[in-house]
């Protein structure tokens, strides 16, 4: 089946896309939401990819280095094999700071006998906008263009560079690399010096893993689905992307194509929780300092998302000569919804906040520009909490009351009254306590249905939408709760397909959905366990997880049907919410484990 059969390397400064053969389909240098240098999974005519050749003899395979984001694609006829390590350079400079290029490295090892292989080296800049030209120099090969923008690319390697641009057989006898560079190097890559760059960045990783817990169930997807969300965060500004790639379709053939290459502050404030839960505390300073940043002014309302630069106007524009991810056509650049309001957002960046506050001792300073937030986000949320919303599906047409926002709405003033508390100011409090009060009856009152016996997607609707299972997790609801429970079998009876869940049934802008949305199983898989089906969760989970791809990796949707990966890839939102269900059961698992100790002791 053809899936998104992909690994994705990087630096936290841009990511690539490999494919399982080897091929660099998906590269924005120098940063991620640069225009592309290969786009082949955008178009498999003129998008551009490295591809190494090999003839049928030999055999692929592909997998990580443990602990590490350096991808390792295996070539071998039995007697001849060789290895691609491919990987963005990542690691500590001696004076402080880090060393993160905007390069790819393709480390090319000797394994035995004498391999043959062809390169087919075919970049195209500025998205395949216009011709690009690529010329043997004399210690590099260059590629450029001009005639939409100017623009340029250099590969450095230790092979024949007139063999890689005519696509001549070459014998491996010894190791050799490719060194795919944004800017010209000033000091030439050299075999050693390149293998250094390979053995530091592989410090890097097993440093930066080895600070990730270690669980007694689902270890190896915990630490890949961290991993890969850490290859999401750009460490220049302390954003973090929703996924690594643009215009991916949710369904083969459809519209639903969008750019994903930009901080949705849902989404990252999400992944920010879960990484922090799991100790990691850089990655959670740099997005709050991030967040500092964007709010200058006490009364600014937040968008709902921003460019990886802080960037507030993300013109969305389609690029017509591509024609898409299996003839998936538009492929688009930038994101109209940056217009939209969402009043969500503030209640998950107050928990992002709260959660960050109670785990790490923020330094005063901080402190000081997140409580000028907090008292900012009540302004905002109780002035604009009674009005009408886009929600978290990002309705293009009317404007409704999602249940959703406003149980997101009371998030913000139940985690802003907590932060009131950690900070001593009891006078807040009690005048926010009336305002949580009535956010919360207003919800009781209106997005519970009596006839479905269930919270439904907004005021006054039949439809069911799994976003509202999240009621519990933010703590509005108990999971014993009759409604609770009530609500999360009304889901699983009409949303559930197969063990995949639908987002929601109804129409939308764009008519009916047709894939399901991978977080929202994995929030329905959460809900099961928490409601005390835990059998039937856990069943669901391995099931979910044997629906990634060949290297752990989920995009944003899933086909009901075949099962194969659609959406932007990796999708960060799929794999925080991995992590969730997997560190729950992994907890369950070990309190099992000493409750069963315990029995066995008492025998």
């Not at 030209?133 to 623009?151: G, M, P, R």
Request: hydrophobic fraction near 35%; aromatic fraction near 12%; charge should be negative.
């Amino acid at each position: 089946m053809d899936n998104l059969d992909y690994g994705i390397i990087g630096n936290c400064r841009s990511a690539a896309l490999i494919s399982k053969k080897g091929s660099l389909d998906w590269c924005c240098l120098p940063e991620f939401d640069s225009s592309s240098i290969f786009a082949k999974i955008l178009d498999d005519e003129i998008g551009g990819s490295f591809e190494i050749l090999v003839d049928d003899t030999y055999t692929i395979e592909q997998k990580y280095i443990p602990l590490t984001a350096i991808l390792v694609t295996k070539f071998s006829d039995g007697e001849n094999s060789f290895e691609i390590q491919d990987f963005m350079p990542r690691y500590y400079k001696p004076g402080g700071g880090y060393n993160a290029p905007p390069e790819i490295i393709r480390y090319i090892k000797h394994i035995s006998g004498n391999p043959v292989f062809k390169v087919l080296y075919d970049p195209k800049l500025e998205y395949a906008m216009g011709k690009t030209n690529t010329y043997v120099k004399e210690s590099f090969i260059a590629s450029l263009t001009h005639e939409v923008k100017f623009d340029t690319f250099f590969l450095y390697t230790s092979f024949n560079k007139e063999d890689i641009m005519s696509q001549k057989e070459i014998v491996l006898e010894s190791d050799g690399y490719f060194l795919l560079g944004y800017n010209e190097k000033i000091l030439e890559p050299t075999l050693e010096r390149v293998y250094l760059e390979l053995e530091r960045t592989k410090v890097y990783w097993l440093n930066w893993s080895s600070k990730t817990p270690t669980y007694k169930k689902y270890d190896a997807e915990i630490k890949r689905s961290a991993l890969t969300l850490k290859m999401l965060s750009y460490d220049k500004s302390g954003a973090v992307l929703a996924a690594a790639t643009t215009s991916l379709p949710e369904t083969i053939g459809e519209v639903r194509n969008w750019d994903y290459r930009f901080c949705w502050i849902r989404d990252a404030s999400m992944v920010i929780k879960v990484v922090g839960q799991l100790g990691h505390k850089n990655i959670a300073k740099r997005y709050l300092q991030f967040i500092i940043d964007l709010i200058p002014d006490k009364d600014e309302k937040l968008q709902i998302m921003y460019g990886i630069n802080k960037e507030k106007k993300l013109t969305e524009e389609t690029l017509d000569h591509l024609k898409g991810y299996k003839g998936s056509k538009p492929v688009r650049i930038g994101n109209a919804a940056y217009k939209q309001r969402q009043n969500d957002i503030y209640g998950i960046l107050m928990d992002v906040i709260y959660t960050q506050l109670e785990k790490f001792d923020t330094e005063i300073e901080n402190g000081e520009e997140l409580w000028g937030i907090t008292k900012g986000i009540v302004w905002i949320v109780n002035k604009h909490w009674q009005e009408a919303d886009k929600g978290i599906w990002e309705f293009r047409t009317e404007d409704r009351h999602f249940t959703f926002s406003k149980i997101l709405c009371w998030t913000a003033i139940d985690r802003a009254i907590k932060v009131a508390e950690l900070f001593g100011k009891k006078r807040k409090v009690d005048k926010w306590r009336t305002l949580e009060k009535q956010i919360r009856e207003d919800i009781h009152q209106h997005a519970w249905n009596e006839e479905k016996q269930a919270f439904t997607q907004s005021y006054g609707s039949p439809h069911l939408d799994a976003s509202v299972l999240l009621m519990e997790s933010y703590g509005f609801i108990d999971p014993k709760d009759p409604k609770y429970v009530s609500t999360v079998l009304a889901i699983e009876k009409e949303l559930c397909n197969d063990g995949l869940l639908y987002r929601y049934k109804n129409e939308d802008d764009f008519g009916l959905p047709s894939s399901s949305f991978t977080i929202c199983t994995f929030w329905f898989i959460n809900s099961l366990f928490k409601i005390g089906h835990e059998q039937k969760a856990m069943k669901h989970f391995d099931q979910l997880l044997s629906y990634s791809n060949h290297l752990g990796l989920f995009s944003e949707d899933i086909d009901f049907k075949t099962k194969r990966l659609l959406g932007n890839f990796p999708q960060a939102y799929s794999h925080l919410a991995l992590i969730e269900c997997a560190m729950n059961f992994s907890k369950k698992h070990s309190e099992m484990e000493i409750l069963e100790s315990l029995q066995d002791h008492e025998k």
